[in-house]
């Protein structure tokens, strides 16, 4: 399955395992990269120094090309950067900011950017920064998500109109079915959050594990668009959210109800009440929790299958 973006990064199947805070490790991203994908590491629930130590990790469990997400927001950014450069990173997903601000600085390292987008308008801003490739990312994903509630099946071929730059699908993107329907709308790869939460080796809470494969369709909801957009399950932290919206609150109240460490809570120590619980509408399609390697195979399995058999 050779193409632009298999090249690009030097893997086998154009899948990669998007960076995902207190999810993606180097357990999980090291699992994808074995197994021909390009597993990502989460930087953005990372210290730095724990950051090196999952890179390090990570280069020991596998041979294969991985990367690092780092979302741009990221308080201690500046070290975050020189450790991926004194690591050696090849590659680095960029979220969550201006692609100007780091792409020319990793670029002179040799080091391959992507970075993701929400919108056509952003997609144009991180080519001209001179990115090797962009991340089109719809509303439907897990975590935080572009404010316009663009969807993925209308932003790629959009996008796809507009940029030279090999494009990377993301958001509820499960199965090789899904996957073959991006890659018929323009996609040249795609990227999956949601799937590789739930796989053994994720560093999810088995509580949260749990709780994606018991989600169905409708269980999951765009929020706190005016903080940064987040998907969220629909539990009793989401419905105190909702709660407080109907009181038409302030910037600051609705700060003050997140507080801290509401995702680690969630998420990490698997606290489903209390906890931000971020995962993609594609959950309703996760009916089980498997290691990363069966996941994939069985995604590539059924890509070929149907593309092959015209099953659609
Ligand atoms: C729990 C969780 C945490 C995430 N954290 C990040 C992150 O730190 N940085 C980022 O760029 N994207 C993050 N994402 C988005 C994923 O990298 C990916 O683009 C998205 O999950 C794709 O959509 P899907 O969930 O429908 O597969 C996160 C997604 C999830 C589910």
Redo the contacts with the bound molecule.
Sequence with gaps: MQNRITKLFNIQYPIVQ??????SGWKLASAVSNAGGLGLI?A?SMYPEVLREHIQKCKKATDKPFGV?V?MLYPDIEKIMDIIVEEGVKIV?T??GNPKTWTSFLKEKGITVVH?VSSVRFALKAEAAGVDAV?C?GF?????NGREETTTFTLIPMVKEQVKIPVIA?????SGRGMLAAMVLGADGV?????F?ATVESSAHDNFKKTIVEVKDGGTQLTLKELAPVRLVKNKFFQEVQELYQQNPTIEQLKELLGRARAKRG?FEGNLDDGEL?????AGLIHEIKPAKEVLEAIVEEYQQVKKEQLF
Excluded: L
Excluded at 18 to 23: A, E, F, L, T, Y
Excluded at 140 to 144: D, L, Q, S, Y
Excluded at 170 to 174: D, L, S
Excluded at 278 to 282: K, L, N, P, S, Y
């Design positions: 998007g960076g995902m805070i207190w999810v989460g953005g997400n979302p997903f979220s969550a993701v991340v990312e439907e994903a897990g975590g935080h993301a958001g509820g993107i499960g990227q999956i959050g949601s799937r939460a998420m971020e995962i993609g509408q594609v």
